[in-house]
């Protein structure tokens, strides 16, 4: 990588100002500078991200200003909590007027591995009504392998939701096609269908 392309971080002592900023923000960092001295610290997201471009396959968590390219987006990592389960149908659709169409609800299950550091206290119920969220979002993956850790029931339950996402893969590869044209959601909310019926109101 050249010190001229976008993704391109020095690693190096930096003025105390530059230091502040981060620390203001709740980063702790020490001697991080950028190429481009007048950057600040949310334009590195978007330096990353940039790089993500040149691969075909691609999966970002954080982004900035990047809305409309072709680059996969996940959600932030998820605890193995009821709270954050309910947080993904509203993340995705969130990420995806925002111009983010090609996204991920995080993992399934959550995505935070300490989560799964004792797997004999994995909550089977949250893992399985997780799996039954993910089906026809752009994307699913599994944060740790369900047939290692779920009963043969919850595990049959889970494979057959990935089933699901499969038979609709070309359903939502069509939908990933026209938003590449038009920048439309691939996930869109009721409202978008049906802007006076109230549907934004609901909340369960």
Known sequence: MLAGDPGYVLLARRKECFLDSLSKSGILLTGIISYKEDSIPNAHTQYF???????????????????????????RDKTAEWSDLRQLIPGIIAQGLMGYAYTCPDVIGGGEYQSF???????????????????????????????????????????????????FGEK?????????????????????????????RIQD
């Not at 089906?135 to 990935?162: G, T, Y």
């Not at 939502?172 to 909310?189: D, Q």
Request: include cysteine; hydrophobic fraction near 45%; glycine fraction near 4%.
């Open 117 to 167: 550091l004792a797997l004999d206290s994995i909550d089977q119920e949250l893992v399985v009504r997780s799996a039954q969220v993910h089906p026809l979002m752009p994307m699913m993956q599994f944060s740790v392998a369900p047939w290692r850790v779920l009963s043969p029931k919850s595990n049959d339950i889970c494979r057959d939701m990935a089933n699901l996402h499969a038979e």
């Open 49 to 75: 991200a940039k790089l993500g471009l040149k691969y075909p396959l691609n999966e970002y968590r954080a982004s900035w200003k990047i809305a409309g390219l072709p680059l996969a987006q996940r959600l």
């Open 172 to 200: 939502i590869l069509a939908l990933a096609r026209r938003s590449a044209e038009t920048g439309e959601p691939i996930v869109k909310p009721m409202a978008w269908y049906w802007p006076d019926a109230g549907y934004e």
